[in-house]
Every structure is written in structure tokens, then in C-alpha cells.
């Protein structure tokens, strides 16, 4: 029988049906299979360049991304870490971007976790950043993740449209279980 990941909830109906001294092999099994950590991580390891088309409006931080690993999640190329167990989880979100503005001149920029395209307000960092000194920005957030949802970092230039050069960075996703 293979090992199955369950809820908190069914494990503990499980247990309570059979009674602990009737607990199986396999019940033991499904236990450790819930408790293994969900986990999905990746880095910008060739810079890209972010275009903005309005001021204020946050895109996707671009750039060439390599997976450093992952567990019940796929880390796409293009920046993006996608839940793909069960049951659902609570995530916790960290991601850091080494950027500047394309033109030479300070901009106020911001840096922001997604889940599903949608920028989560509170996980927004800001900073003005000279163009010809990159800075470090941070940011996360924690959500439930149900199967298929997805993170991603996005930016935006917060005065014009000057595009976002990213030259390196971090997107992580660590689930755990509820």
C-alpha cells in the first residue's frame, strides 16, 4: 500500500478508529508522510530586466532561475514555485532581489510576494535605489496553500517607467503542516 499524505484531522480520526495500541505499520508510515516538510526554493542566476509600462504597477521580477530543490512543489523556469501536494498547508514566503533602475538616476522601487498573480499588499518592501548602486530587497508572507496554487516576486517602479534590472535573488517556500 503506498504511504499517503492526510490531513490532520483524518490522521487523527485514524488513530482514534483503530485505537493507539492498534495503530499499523502503515498508519506509522502516513504519519511520517504528513509530517515531512513541503519545500520548493530557487535563484536568479542570469540577471534579467523587468519592464514597467506604468509607475506603480507591479510585473514580474524577470530573470533566469535555477531550482535549488523542492518537495511536493514544481519551480518552474520562469521564477514561479507551485504547491503540488495535499492536503493543504501553511507556507511561508522569503524572497530577496539585488536590483536598480535601468537609467542611471534614483528611483523609489518595490519589491513584493504574489500568490496566484495577485501581489499580497503587506509583504511589500520599498526603497529608492541609485542606478548605479544596486540594493538588496526583502520581503515575505505566510498563506494557506491549496493544491495548485503558486508564488512569484514581482516589482515595480513606484515614480516612472524606467524598466528594473534584477541581478540576483531568492524565491523559498516552505510548507508545513496544519
Excluded at 5 to 21: C, H, M, N, P, R
Excluded at 59 to 74: D, K, N
Excluded at 111 to 132: F, K, L, M
Excluded at 146 to 156: N, Q, R
Aim: charged content about 20%.
Amino acid at each position: 500500500m503506498a504511504d499517503t499524505d492526510k490531513s490532520k484531522a483524518d490522521l487523527i480520526a485514524q488513530i482514534e478508529s483503530t485505537g493507539v495500541g492498534a495503530t499499523s505499520a502503515q498508519d506509522i508510515r502516513d504519519i511520517v508522510e504528513t509530517m515531512e516538510q513541503s519545500r520548493g526554493g530557487l535563484f536568479f542566476s542570469a540577471p534579467g530586466t523587468s519592464t514597467i509600462g506604468t509607475a506603480g504597477v507591479f510585473v514580474l521580477a524577470e530573470g533566469t532561475t535555477t531550482e535549488l530543490g523542492s518537495v511536493r512543489t514544481t519551480v518552474s523556469a520562469a521564477g514561479r514555485i507551485t504547491y503540488d501536494g495535499t492536503p493543504n498547508r501553511r507556507g511561508i514566503i522569503v524572497g530577496s532581489l539585488t536590483l536598480h533602475p535601468d537609467s542611471a538616476m534614483a528611483k523609489l522601487l518595490a519589491v513584493g510576494v504574489a500568490i496566484n498573480g495577485v501581489i499580497q499588499t503587506d509583504s511589500v518592501t520599498q526603497i529608492h535605489v541609485d542606478g548605479d548602486d544596486p540594493e538588496t530587497m526583502m520581503c515575505n508572507w505566510a498563506a494557506d496553500f491549496t493544491t495548485g496554487d503558486y508564488v512569484e516576486l514581482f516589482v515595480a517602479n513606484l515614480e516612472d517607467t524606467d524598466d528594473i534590472d534584477i541581478l540576483r535573488g531568492y524565491l523559498g517556500l516552505d510548507l508545513i503542516f496544519t
